[in-house]
């Protein structure tokens, strides 16, 4: 198909239709929920068109809001990135990067094999001018006032030199002073203690070079942090390789789930329990709704010449329709743009920084 978006005055986001578990179905049902709460939001969706068009065409909400990038081909979570980069162009997954590197869309969504999207990636959007390792950043249910911490990477890349974690340092306080209205976001550095003394020797390298870019990159660096920190009130961005963020994360998602089943039985145990339940309804709606990883689902990927967020492969409805949310709201902001420049402005002092570490009492 060679229709053009007509979305005049609204953002447009390119969606990836064939990328989760659950299949199109579930993603369409996701854009319509987008489309219902939002106005403003319009989609470029990529896929089997025959199907794609039947899927909206029952959805109302979607009339004219959607335009369809026929796609013969799926990325499945088991193909190899690197089969993806070479052989990938009729996929999905591939159509919805370009409509993002071709000016039609505003942002990306996809919830695909992560290793072959940040392949697909780096190679359709390339990486901004200065970064070595492009970073997937989540949000963080927290103790913290705007309700939620900002962690990277969880999973772009495994490893992470002291450079790469000043650069997700830098990322990572651009997202949140854009994506949540932080003037001064507290950074922290993941470590196993407080004490400056203990972690492995690129973690007190990076401790230093994002000390002493603190005060020029406008944030506030609170040092070393724990794991029990990730939720806590201490830090509004903890920084940590993507072994240990991924780790980190899919450990809160089962928690999380194990936290809603362990309750649903404390519930069941007796008729005076399943009573108390009615009674506290509310109160449970509310914490299920705090804790629910699908209402913060999307790992954005940063470092890059455009937006791309990551939803579970395993999203629902509300998980897709949650993406696409904090696409549209990365997008509306200009973010891209402001993380952009922000890279381009620190790039070369944080390459001095690495040939030239800074002093102790510097």
């Given at each position: 198909m060679t229709d053009q978006p007509t979305h005049a005055g609204r953002i447009t986001i390119s969606v990836d239709a064939m990328g989760g578990d659950s299949g199109p179905a579930t993603v369409v049902a996701g854009i319509a929920k987008s489309a219902d709460k939002n106005p403003d939001i319009a989609f470029v969706l990529h896929g089997p068109e025959q199907t794609l068009r039947k899927l909206v065409a029952k959805r109302r909400v979607l009339q004219g809001r959607v335009v369809f990038r026929d796609c013969p081909d799926v990325v499945t979570m088991e193909d190899k990135p690197s089969q993806v980069v070479r052989s990938?162009?009729?996929?999905?997954?591939?159509?919805?990067?370009?409509?993002?590197?071709?000016?039609?869309?505003?942002?990306?969504?996809?919830?695909?094999?992560?290793?072959?999207?940040?392949?697909?990636?780096?190679?359709?959007?390339?990486?901004?001018?200065?970064?070595?390792?492009?970073?997937?950043?989540?949000?963080?249910?927290?103790?913290?006032?705007?309700?939620?911490?900002?962690?990277?990477?969880?999973?772009?890349?495994?490893?992470?030199?002291?450079?790469?974690?000043?650069?997700?340092?830098?990322?990572?306080?651009?997202?949140a002073r854009n994506g949540m209205a932080l003037e001064r976001p507290r950074i922290g550095l993941l470590n196993v203690g407080t004490e400056e003394h203990k972690g492995r020797a690129e973690l007190k390298e990076a401790h230093a070079m994002i000390s002493d870019f603190a005060e020029q990159a406008n944030f506030d660096?609170?040092?070393?942090?724990?794991?029990?920190?990730?939720p806590g009130d201490k830090a509004d961005v903890i920084v940590t390789d993507g072994f240990t963020g991924n780790v980190a994360i899919k450990t809160g998602e089962g928690t999380a789930s194990l936290i809603g089943d362990l309750l649903r039985q404390a519930f069941k145990y007796s008729p005076l329990s399943r009573l108390a339940s009615v009674l506290a309804i509310t109160s449970l709606n509310r914490l299920k709704k705090r804790i629910d990883p699908r209402r913060v689902n999307g790992g954005v990927f940063l470092g890059l010449n455009g937006t791309v967020v990551k939803s579970h492969g395993g999203a629902d409805a509300t998980g897709v329709s949650a993406a696409v949310k904090l696409a549209f709201t990365l997008a509306q902001s200009g973010f891209a743009e402001k993380l952009a420049a922000r890279v381009a402005s620190t790039a070369e002092l944080a390459q001095d920084a690495v040939h030239t570490p800074p002093k102790a009492g510097e």
């Amino acid at each position: 198909m060679t229709d053009q978006p007509t979305h005049a005055g609204r953002i447009t986001i390119s969606v990836d239709a064939m990328g989760g578990d659950s299949g199109p179905a579930t993603v369409v049902a996701g854009i319509a929920k987008s489309a219902d709460k939002n106005p403003d939001i319009a989609f470029v969706l990529h896929g089997p068109e025959q199907t794609l068009r039947k899927l909206v065409a029952k959805r109302r909400v979607l009339q004219g809001r959607v335009v369809f990038r026929d796609c013969p081909d799926v990325v499945t979570m088991e193909d190899k990135p690197s089969q993806v980069v070479r052989s990938g162009k009729q996929t999905s997954m591939w159509s919805t990067l370009d409509s993002v590197r071709a000016g039609e869309a505003h942002g990306a969504v996809s919830c695909g094999n992560t290793g072959a999207l940040m392949a697909l990636s780096m190679m359709r959007l390339r990486k901004l001018p200065g970064v070595n390792r492009p970073a997937i950043a989540i949000l963080w249910p927290s103790r913290n006032p705007q309700g939620f911490n900002v962690m990277l990477d969880v999973g772009a890349d495994v490893r992470a030199d002291a450079k790469d974690l000043l650069q997700y340092a830098l990322m990572g306080a651009s997202y949140a002073r854009n994506g949540m209205a932080l003037e001064r976001p507290r950074i922290g550095l993941l470590n196993v203690g407080t004490e400056e003394h203990k972690g492995r020797a690129e973690l007190k390298e990076a401790h230093a070079m994002i000390s002493d870019f603190a005060e020029q990159a406008n944030f506030d660096f609170v040092g070393f942090v724990e794991g029990s920190d990730i939720p806590g009130d201490k830090a509004d961005v903890i920084v940590t390789d993507g072994f240990t963020g991924n780790v980190a994360i899919k450990t809160g998602e089962g928690t999380a789930s194990l936290i809603g089943d362990l309750l649903r039985q404390a519930f069941k145990y007796s008729p005076l329990s399943r009573l108390a339940s009615v009674l506290a309804i509310t109160s449970l709606n509310r914490l299920k709704k705090r804790i629910d990883p699908r209402r913060v689902n999307g790992g954005v990927f940063l470092g890059l010449n455009g937006t791309v967020v990551k939803s579970h492969g395993g999203a629902d409805a509300t998980g897709v329709s949650a993406a696409v949310k904090l696409a549209f709201t990365l997008a509306q902001s200009g973010f891209a743009e402001k993380l952009a420049a922000r890279v381009a402005s620190t790039a070369e002092l944080a390459q001095d920084a690495v040939h030239t570490p800074p002093k102790a009492g510097e």
